[in-house]
């Protein structure tokens, strides 16, 4: 089993920064790319960002290219998401995750262990 704990969300105000930290815990030599989802009210969980725990590579949202950034440090095995820029459209609950596929998985059934997950309120 792996537990994923995030940590960072909070209130901001548009332009600001923010940092989200997800630590995974237990059997996490079985993963293999971790990423961030969000999700606004009811609608369906967005795919934000994926790494690969082994090389680093790295994959992006259209919608958060150039303003966020994923970065991992295996040694703590915690994955960050720096979140610049930031929108009021980027106000969501921010969900870690981790799974045993590519970093291209950005559907939510193509990883197998969840966060809590952590609100960001971006105000205007």
């Known amino acids: 089993q792996v537990q994923l704990v995030e940590s960072g969300g909070g209130l901001v105000q548009a332009g600001d920064s923010l940092r989200l930290s997800c630590e995974a815990r237990?059997?996490?030599?079985?993963?293999?790319?971790m990423a961030w989802f969000r999700q606004v009210r009811e609608n369906e969980r967005e795919f934000v960002a994926s790494?690969?725990?082994?090389?680093?590579?790295?994959y992006y949202a259209d919608s958060v290219k150039g303003r966020f950034t994923i970065s991992r440090d295996n040694t703590k095995d915690t994955v960050y998401l720096q979140m610049n820029s930031l929108k009021p459209d980027d106000t969501a609950v921010y969900y870690c995750?981790?799974?045993?596929?590519?970093?291209?998985?950005?559907?939510?059934?193509?990883?197998?262990?969840w966060g809590q997950g952590t609100q960001v309120t971006v105000s205007s």
């Open positions: 995750a981790a799974g045993s596929g590519s970093m291209y998985s950005t559907r939510t059934s193509e990883y197998n262990y």
């Open positions: 237990g059997r996490t030599f079985s993963i293999y790319p």
């Open positions: 790494i690969m725990r082994s090389n680093g590579g790295t």
